[in-house]
């Protein structure tokens, strides 16, 4: 069993900045790849950033020049810092990453608890 857990969330104003962190926790398992989406109730989860095992990373066009993620080294924890921030970024942010055990069973995924990030005009 893997658990994630966000956190960085908050409440900034136009133009602010943040950096919210996943850290995922368990045993018997390696990440494949993690990566940050972003909802607003009703609407399905948007792609924000992913990051896999390789380092390929890309960012949506709504967010591009405005963030950055990166992981630490033991690569069980995504970062995304935002800067420029603007009231349409208003969204709960999520993480989710794939595990498997080895290369020869099959991935899994999991998703965060989500954290709210508004940004106020």
């Known amino acids: 069993q893997v658990q994630l857990v966000e956190s960085g969330g908050g409440l900034v104003q136009t133009g602010g900045s943040l950096r919210l962190s996943c850290v995922a926790s368990?045993?018997?398992?390696?990440?494949?790849?993690m990566a940050w989406y972003r909802q607003v109730p009703s609407l399905q989860r948007e792609l924000v950033a992913p990051l896999t095992s390789l380092g390929n990373q890309t960012y949506a066009d709504s967010v591009k020049g405005r963030i950055t993620i990166s992981r630490d080294n033991a690569k069980t924890q995504l970062d995304l810092q935002m800067i420029s921030l603007k009231p349409e970024d208003t969204f709960v942010y999520y993480c989710k990453v794939w595990v498997h055990r080895n290369s020869t069973t099959p991935s899994t995924n999991y998703w965060g608890q989500g954290t709210q990030v508004t940004v106020s005009s």
């Open positions: 368990g045993s018997g398992f390696s990440v494949i790849a």
